[in-house]
C-alpha cells in the first residue's frame, strides 16, 4: 500500500530548480537535507516538509546541494553545513520576512546542526557558526528538525526520542546554539547506530515511521506562534508516535526516494530544488484516502 502511495508522491511533487527571481513562499518556507547516500534532492526527510506544506498553504521547499558520501564524510558534512548557512541568508535577503524551517536527516543532520552549534573539535570538522547567519537564523527560522543526527549529544534540551546516549560525533560545545534550543527538536532513538552509538540501521530509518506527524504538527505550532496561520489544531512534540502520514520506506540508514526535477526522476548534482504548487493538492487527497482508509487519521 504504501508503495503505491510513494508513486503518488513523486508524481504529485511539482519541483523547479531554485532560483533567486521565484517569489517569496506566502506560508513557510524549508530547507532541507538529505541523509547519506541519499540520491540528490529531498530525501527521506522530505516526507515531513511535504506533510507540513499540507498544512500551511502558500509553503515552499528547497534542498541543500552537498555530497551527502560517507566516504570523506566531514568535508561532505561541512559542506552540508556552509549549505545551510548559504541558502538561509541568501533566502532572507530576498524574502525577509518569510519565516523558515530548517530539517535534516542523518548527516543532514548533523550539518545542520553544525550550522547553528558550529564543528566539532577534535573531528576534523573547522566550520564554525557565522555570527551573521546566527542573526538570520534568530530573525527567520522558527523550526528546526533533526532525525537521527550522529552529533546528537545526551542532557541537550532540544532532545527528543528513546535515547539517553550520546552519538557517534557528540558535541562538547552547545553554547552557540542553546539560544535557539526552543526552536531546535531533535529525535533520537536507542540504538541507533549513529546518534545513540548503537547498533541497529532499522532504528536509524525509524524515525519517519515513528515521529513524521510529531515532527509535523511541532514545526506547524512553531509556525503559528510566529504569527503564521495553517489549517492545524495546537500541538506540541511527543516522543512517541502519532501515526503515519506518508511513506516511510525500507527502515535502512541509505533508502528512501528523493523529488525530481527532470524525467529521470533526479535533480542535477549542484542544483538545489523547491517544491510547490498543485502537486501538493494531489498529495493531499492520496494521503488522505490512504490515511482513512487504514485508519490513521
Not at 536509524?204 to 504538527?217: E, L, R
Request: proline share 4%; charged share 15%; glycine share 12%.
Amino acid at each position: 500500500m504504501w508503495t503505491i502511495v510513494a508513486r503518488f508522491v513523486e508524481a504529485a511533487a511539482s519541483v523547479s530548480h531554485y532560483a533567486r527571481d521565484e517569489p517569496c513562499a506566502t506560508g513557510l518556507h524549508m530547507i532541507v537535507a538529505r541523509g547519506s547516500t541519499e540520491d540528490p534532492g529531498l530525501g527521506r526527510i522530505g516526507v515531513v516538509a511535504r506533510n507540513v506544506s499540507l498544512l500551511i498553504p502558500g509553503s515552499t521547499i528547497s534542498a541543500i546541494d552537498y555530497p551527502a558520501t560517507l566516504e570523506n564524510y566531514t568535508t561532505s558534512e561541512e559542506k552540508g553545513a556552509m549549505g545551510f548557512e548559504k541558502m538561509l541568508i541568501e533566502y532572507h535577503e530576498k524574502c525577509p520576512d518569510t519565516k523558515v524551517a530548517l530539517l535534516g536527516y542523518s548527516q543532514g543532520a548533523h550539518a545542520m546542526m553544525d550550522s547553528v552549534c558550529g564543528g566539532i573539535p577534535g573531528e576534523g570538522s573547522d566550520y564554525q557558526a557565522n555570527k551573521g547567519y546566527l542573526e538570520v537564523f534568530n530573525e527567520s527560522v522558527v523550526a528546526a528538525v533533526a532525525y537521527g543526527d550522529p552529533s546528537h549529544t545526551a542532557g541537550a534540551p532540544w532532545n527528543l526520542g528513546t535515547s539517553t546516549k550520546t552519538g557517534i560525533f557528540p558535541r562538547n560545545n552547545t553554547a552557540s546554539c542553546l539560544p535557539f534550543a526552543s526552536h531546535i527538536a531533535s529525535w533520537c532513538d536507542t540504538g541507533d547506530i549513529y546518534c545513540d552509538s548503537g547498533s541497529s540501521l532499522t532504528v536509524h530509518g525509524s524515525y519517519f515511521a515513528n515521529y513524521t506527524m510529531d515532527s509535523v504538527k511541532w514545526i506547524v505550532e512553531k509556525y503559528k506562534a510566529s504569527g503564521g496561520s495553517s489549517t492545524s489544531t495546537d500541538s506540541t512534540p511527543s516522543s512517541t508516535s502519532t501515526g503515519v502520514a506518508a511513506p516511510t520506506g525500507s527502515g535502512t540508514a541509505t533508502g528512501g526516494a528523493a523529488a525530481s526535477a527532470s524525467a529521470s526522476g533526479k535533480p542535477a548534482e549542484g542544483a538545489a530544488v523547491s517544491v510547490r504548487g498543485s502537486g501538493v493538492m494531489v498529495l493531499a487527497g492520496v494521503v488522505g484516502a490512504v490515511g482513512m482508509g487504514l485508519g490513521l487519521f
